[in-house]
Protein backbone atom coordinates (compact mmCIF):
# COMPACT_ATOMS: atom_id res chain seq x y z
CA UNK A 1 0.00 0.00 0.00
CA UNK A 2 1.20 3.32 -1.08
CA UNK A 3 1.78 5.58 2.16
CA UNK A 4 -0.50 8.36 1.02
CA UNK A 5 -3.46 5.43 1.39
CA UNK A 6 -2.33 4.32 4.32
CA UNK A 7 -3.01 7.20 5.94
CA UNK A 8 -5.79 7.78 4.38
CA UNK A 9 -7.32 4.42 5.50
CA UNK A 10 -6.61 5.12 8.60
CA UNK A 11 -8.10 8.46 9.00
CA UNK A 12 -11.27 6.88 7.53
CA UNK A 13 -11.20 4.17 9.90
CA UNK A 14 -10.24 6.49 12.97
CA UNK A 15 -13.29 8.65 11.64
CA UNK A 16 -16.07 6.10 11.56
CA UNK A 17 -15.11 4.90 15.66
CA UNK A 18 -14.85 8.25 16.24
CA UNK A 19 -18.98 8.38 15.09
CA UNK A 20 -19.81 5.05 16.26
CA UNK A 21 -18.26 5.65 19.74
CA UNK A 22 -20.45 9.62 19.79
CA UNK A 23 -23.76 8.02 18.82
CA UNK A 24 -23.70 5.86 21.28
CA UNK A 25 -22.51 8.24 23.91
CA UNK A 26 -25.85 10.39 22.62
CA UNK A 27 -27.68 7.43 22.88
CA UNK A 28 -26.48 6.83 26.48
CA UNK A 29 -27.06 10.27 27.31
CA UNK A 30 -30.16 10.39 25.71
CA UNK A 31 -31.40 7.58 28.05
CA UNK A 32 -29.73 9.12 30.52
CA UNK A 33 -31.94 12.45 30.50
CA UNK A 34 -35.28 10.27 29.86
CA UNK A 35 -34.53 8.48 33.76
CA UNK A 36 -33.64 12.10 35.26
CA UNK A 37 -36.84 13.54 34.09
CA UNK A 38 -39.01 10.41 36.25
CA UNK A 39 -36.01 11.32 39.20
CA UNK A 40 -37.66 14.99 39.26
CA UNK A 41 -40.88 13.90 39.71
CA UNK A 42 -39.32 12.11 42.87
CA UNK A 43 -39.64 8.89 41.58
CA UNK A 44 -37.25 6.28 42.24
CA UNK A 45 -37.46 3.02 40.91
CA UNK A 46 -35.26 0.10 42.28
CA UNK A 47 -32.89 -0.39 39.37
CA UNK A 48 -31.70 1.18 36.19
CA UNK A 49 -33.61 -0.98 34.17
CA UNK A 50 -37.02 -0.29 35.37
CA UNK A 51 -36.07 3.50 35.16
CA UNK A 52 -35.63 3.61 31.67
CA UNK A 53 -38.78 1.13 31.19
CA UNK A 54 -41.07 3.81 32.54
CA UNK A 55 -39.40 6.85 31.11
CA UNK A 56 -39.62 5.27 28.02
CA UNK A 57 -43.21 4.15 28.48
CA UNK A 58 -44.01 7.71 29.94
CA UNK A 59 -42.18 9.65 26.38
CA UNK A 60 -44.90 6.68 24.57
CA UNK A 61 -47.66 8.07 26.70
CA UNK A 62 -46.34 12.08 26.34
CA UNK A 63 -46.79 10.93 22.65
CA UNK A 64 -49.89 9.96 22.19
CA UNK A 65 -51.04 12.68 24.25
CA UNK A 66 -49.50 14.81 21.74
CA UNK A 67 -51.19 12.58 18.97
CA UNK A 68 -47.66 12.43 16.67
CA UNK A 69 -47.19 8.87 15.85
CA UNK A 70 -43.42 9.54 14.83
CA UNK A 71 -42.20 10.69 17.95
CA UNK A 72 -44.52 7.72 19.29
CA UNK A 73 -42.80 5.38 17.18
CA UNK A 74 -39.47 6.75 18.14
CA UNK A 75 -40.28 6.43 21.74
CA UNK A 76 -41.72 3.08 21.56
CA UNK A 77 -38.53 1.59 19.87
CA UNK A 78 -36.41 2.47 23.46
CA UNK A 79 -39.75 1.11 25.22
CA UNK A 80 -38.69 -2.22 23.50
CA UNK A 81 -35.07 -1.98 23.89
CA UNK A 82 -35.53 -1.43 27.53
CA UNK A 83 -37.99 -4.17 27.59
CA UNK A 84 -35.88 -6.86 25.91
CA UNK A 85 -33.67 -6.71 29.03
CA UNK A 86 -36.53 -7.88 31.72
CA UNK A 87 -37.45 -11.60 32.14
CA UNK A 88 -40.99 -12.45 31.28
CA UNK A 89 -41.31 -9.03 29.12
CA UNK A 90 -40.87 -10.68 26.05
CA UNK A 91 -44.35 -10.27 24.87
CA UNK A 92 -44.65 -6.87 26.06
CA UNK A 93 -41.68 -6.09 24.10
CA UNK A 94 -42.94 -7.13 21.11
CA UNK A 95 -45.71 -5.06 21.60
CA UNK A 96 -43.95 -2.09 22.18
CA UNK A 97 -42.20 -2.97 18.73
CA UNK A 98 -44.89 -3.21 16.92
CA UNK A 99 -46.30 -0.02 18.42
CA UNK A 100 -43.41 1.79 16.94
CA UNK A 101 -43.10 0.17 13.42
CA UNK A 102 -46.51 1.70 13.16
CA UNK A 103 -47.37 5.41 11.73
CA UNK A 104 -51.36 4.61 12.44
CA UNK A 105 -52.22 6.21 15.77
CA UNK A 106 -55.21 4.00 16.43
CA UNK A 107 -53.28 1.01 16.15
CA UNK A 108 -50.52 2.28 18.25
CA UNK A 109 -53.37 3.23 21.02
CA UNK A 110 -54.59 -0.07 21.23
CA UNK A 111 -50.86 -1.83 21.16
CA UNK A 112 -50.33 0.82 24.49
CA UNK A 113 -53.34 -0.24 26.33
CA UNK A 114 -52.11 -3.61 26.10
CA UNK A 115 -48.46 -2.64 27.14
CA UNK A 116 -50.13 -0.41 30.13
CA UNK A 117 -51.86 -3.46 30.99
CA UNK A 118 -48.29 -5.39 31.54
CA UNK A 119 -46.65 -1.94 32.84
CA UNK A 120 -49.63 -1.54 35.50
CA UNK A 121 -48.69 -5.25 36.65
CA UNK A 122 -45.37 -5.19 37.01
CA UNK A 123 -45.19 -1.91 38.43
CA UNK A 124 -47.71 -3.01 41.36
CA UNK A 125 -44.92 -5.29 42.69
CA UNK A 126 -42.54 -3.31 44.81
CA UNK A 127 -40.16 -1.68 42.45
CA UNK A 128 -40.88 1.94 43.60
CA UNK A 129 -38.65 3.52 46.24
CA UNK A 130 -39.67 6.64 46.20
CA UNK A 131 -42.30 8.81 45.01
CA UNK A 132 -45.71 7.95 43.27
CA UNK A 133 -47.29 6.08 39.97
CA UNK A 134 -50.77 6.59 38.97
CA UNK A 135 -52.91 4.48 37.41
CA UNK A 136 -55.35 6.41 35.28
CA UNK A 137 -58.55 5.25 33.58
CA UNK A 138 -60.53 6.62 30.93
CA UNK A 139 -64.06 4.72 30.64
CA UNK A 140 -64.71 5.98 27.08
CA UNK A 141 -61.68 4.21 25.15
CA UNK A 142 -62.47 1.08 23.20
CA UNK A 143 -66.20 1.50 22.74
CA UNK A 144 -66.15 2.58 26.44
CA UNK A 145 -64.80 -0.80 27.20
CA UNK A 146 -61.90 1.76 28.87
CA UNK A 147 -58.41 1.76 29.04
CA UNK A 148 -55.48 2.55 31.84
CA UNK A 149 -52.15 3.85 31.66
CA UNK A 150 -49.53 4.94 33.84
CA UNK A 151 -48.40 8.18 34.61
CA UNK A 152 -46.19 10.85 36.57
CA UNK A 153 -48.60 12.95 37.61
CA UNK A 154 -52.36 12.94 39.31
CA UNK A 155 -53.31 15.32 35.68
CA UNK A 156 -55.12 14.28 33.31
CA UNK A 157 -53.49 13.96 30.06
CA UNK A 158 -55.44 10.86 27.88
CA UNK A 159 -52.97 9.12 25.58
CA UNK A 160 -56.22 7.58 24.02
CA UNK A 161 -58.05 10.51 22.90
CA UNK A 162 -55.49 13.28 22.98
CA UNK A 163 -56.75 16.59 22.65
CA UNK A 164 -60.02 15.09 21.33
CA UNK A 165 -60.94 14.71 24.84
CA UNK A 166 -57.38 15.67 26.78
CA UNK A 167 -58.93 15.31 30.36
CA UNK A 168 -61.17 11.85 29.83
CA UNK A 169 -59.99 9.97 33.38
CA UNK A 170 -59.76 9.22 36.75
CA UNK A 171 -56.93 9.00 39.27
CA UNK A 172 -57.79 5.15 40.30
CA UNK A 173 -54.94 4.58 42.15
CA UNK A 174 -51.42 5.75 43.73
CA UNK A 175 -48.75 3.53 43.66
CA UNK A 176 -46.47 4.54 46.34
Not at 138 to 166: A, H, Q, T, V
Request: proline share 3%; aromatic share 6%; glycine share 6%.
Amino acid sequence: MKPGKEISALFYITLIILLLSCNSSNKKNAQEADTVKISEQGIVLENDTLSKVFAAYIQVKDALVASDPKLAGEASDKLSESLKGIHGCENTAILAQELANSTDLALQRSAFAAISKDLIAMYQRPSLSAGRIYVIHCPMYNNKEGGDWLSISSEIKNPYFGEEMLTCGTVTQEIK
